[in-house]
């Protein structure tokens, strides 16, 4: 702060004075001049350059203006004014380390301040990196790390957990109420499975899944415990937005040893089970089994090789008989695709119709066993003209073909085959779960003198008055019904279901239908279908599926 010229000439007075009284102070000392030289450095009067000349002035005047002389009185004042000029350059010293510490601290205290802002920026902006915007849990990134971190760790014997969240629904909500309220749904969920969780780590993955990991588990009910919990959670009703909203949640499960797996197996297999858990009916969780991740894989490869199987010609036809009960003469035979594998060898259809119906290549495989099933039968027709009609089973995907009719006009054409040569057999439920369309073109195939049989039948729910009107010719009781023959008469299961197989035979019999039995494998079964007026059987006790020579073999 500068000094006003009074204040000036005030402190230039007592520095006079301060001077005179050094001079004549007895006995002389010269800290006075050094205090003088320290004061003019605290009142920024004197600058080091002039400093100099001030001494020199001081030196003339002061002695004349006093009217002082003598060479002791000067020795005095040089070696006063020399005291002065010590004094203020120690000041001056001084107050230079005193201003460089001050800046060093400054530099310190701001080199803190920046590196402390930005260690909390550097926190910011991981925590931004590596947390969900809408949850604020951790996210993708975060979790992989920990994941990660876990594999890392060294150590044998551990086991970790993993549950895979996904809402179930979840679509709906945002399709009826707004994303608004979707994101808000997902807040309150974020927010319960934190609470109900306690320190196990909880992610968004992203949309509506979540996962959970659970470290150093100790066997498997670690785990169930914590999705247990976390679907109870999820479960609780909410409001949201005005909305009161309850939703659940499926969970895939994974525990295991951290030895022999890695964290991308680890959640793979999450989601593999996440999906069991959705197919099982939602609500619930799965927990992953080895096994029928392998089954899984293998269906998943079948399904992909069978197209390129069905180009290469790997697919085959085996036929059973139908032989009468009356005469044991043979009426008919079913044609029963396989798969001859290259690795697997020969496959029954249970190992893959399913995924042709599936992936919809049963239309394809349909078609191809029913023109197999018909070139087939001309041969045997040239052979013998007893030959067996041949039975082939329809899918309800092939039923629905708009071109059925024409596809099977075409064949009996092709073949020269009468049509009463050629079964068509239909499931009971799929008959009962056909549109009118479908019965239409099956009342079309049957005007055309095809056969056609209900399979399986007394599996189902059948309509009797719609059975009625149905164009079918035969219904095949299932094999669950003759089973129940294997025991003696006397026994009243075995009764019982000797009875409900007389009354099913009596009901199709007023209709003006045939009926074979099927899965019939020993004399006693075909003596007792034989009493109760069952027209035809087919299974082991007549004959096993077989190659198209051995029911050549029969006819010659």
């Not at 009284?21 to 920024?44: K, T």
């Not at 005005?242 to 994974?254: C, K, M, W, Y």
């Not at 044609?335 to 042709?356: E, K, M, S, T």
């Not at 009875?499 to 899965?519: F, M, N, Q």
Request: proline share 4%; aromatic share 6%; charged share 25%.
């Amino acid at each position: 702060m500068p000094v006003t010229q009074a204040e000036l000439e005030a402190f230039l007075e007592s520095l006079t004075v301060r001077l005179v009284d050094a001079l004549f102070a007895e006995p002389f000392s010269l800290r006075h001049g050094y205090q003088i030289g320290a004061d003019l450095v605290a009142a920024h009067i004197a600058s080091a350059e002039g400093l100099g000349r001030t001494i020199e002035v001081i030196d003339l005047r002061l002695l004349r203006d006093l009217g002082l002389s003598g060479d002791d009185v000067r020795d005095r004042m040089a070696r006063v004014l020399g005291t002065v000029a010590i004094g203020y350059a120690r000041a001056l010293r001084d107050r230079t380390l005193d201003e460089q510490e001050s800046i060093r601290r400054a530099a310190l205290v701001a080199r803190e301040q920046a590196e402390h802002a930005l260690r909390e920026s550097e926190a910011r902006f991981r925590h931004q990196a590596t947390h969900d915007p809408l949850t604020d849990l951790p996210n993708r990134t975060l979790f992989t790390e920990r994941l990660d971190a876990v594999f890392g760790r060294q150590g044998t014997g551990r086991r970790l957990g993993l549950c895979f969240v996904d809402l179930d629904g979840f679509k709906m909500v945002n399709d009826t109420l707004g994303h608004h309220v979707g994101d808000l749904l997902l807040v309150s969920v974020a927010d319960r499975l934190r609470r109900g969780l306690g320190t196990h780590l909880v992610a968004r993955m992203g949309g509506d899944e979540f996962v959970i990991l659970v470290e150093d588990t100790t066997c498997t009910d670690d785990v169930l415990k914590v999705a247990d919990a976390a679907l109870a959670a999820i479960t609780e009703p909410s409001t949201v937005d005005g909305h009161e909203l309850r939703v659940s949640a499926s969970v895939g499960i994974v525990e295991r040893p951290v030895e022999g797996t890695s964290p991308r197996e680890v959640m793979r297999d999450a989601d593999i089970t996440l999906h069991w858990a959705k197919t099982a009916g939602k609500g619930r969780w799965a927990l992953f089994d080895a096994g029928r991740n392998q089954r899984e894989l293998t269906r998943y490869a079948l399904s992909s090789a069978m197209p390129s199987a069905l180009d290469r010609g790997e697919f085959c036809l085996d036929y059973q008989p139908l032989v009468s009960l009356t005469d044991g003469a043979l009426l008919g035979v079913e044609a029963l695709v396989r798969w001859r594998h290259p690795q697997l060898g020969v496959l029954r259809p249970d190992h893959f119709i399913g995924l042709a119906e599936e992936t919809g290549l049963i239309v394809r495989l349909g078609s191809w066993v029913l023109a197999e099933a018909c070139r087939q039968a001309r041969r045997w027709a040239d052979l013998s003209p007893t030959a067996p009609f041949v039975s082939v089973n329809l899918a309800v995907r092939q039923v629905r073909e708009p071109e059925l009719v024409d596809e099977v006009t075409a064949l009996l054409q092709e073949h020269s085959l009468p049509p009463d040569r050629l079964q068509l057999e239909i499931t009971e439920s799929a008959m009962m779960s056909t549109a009118d369309e479908s019965v239409g073109a099956l009342r079309s195939l049957a005007d055309l003198g095809v056969r056609v049989a209900i399979d399986d039948f007394g599996t189902g729910y059948s309509n009797l008055a719609y059975l009625s009107k149905l164009p079918v010719c035969e219904l095949k009781v299932a094999g669950s019904f003759v089973e129940g023959l294997r025991a003696p008469a006397a026994d009243p299961a075995s009764l019982t279901d000797e009875r409900i197989l007389a009354t099913l035979v009596s009901l199709a019999h007023t209709l003006d239908l045939t009926v074979t039995a099927e899965g019939v494998e020993t004399a006693n079964q075909a003596d007792r279908l034989r009493a109760i007026g069952c027209d035809a059987a087919q299974g082991w006790h007549f004959g096993r599926p077989g190659s198209p020579s051995h029911v050549e073999a029969l006819l010659l």
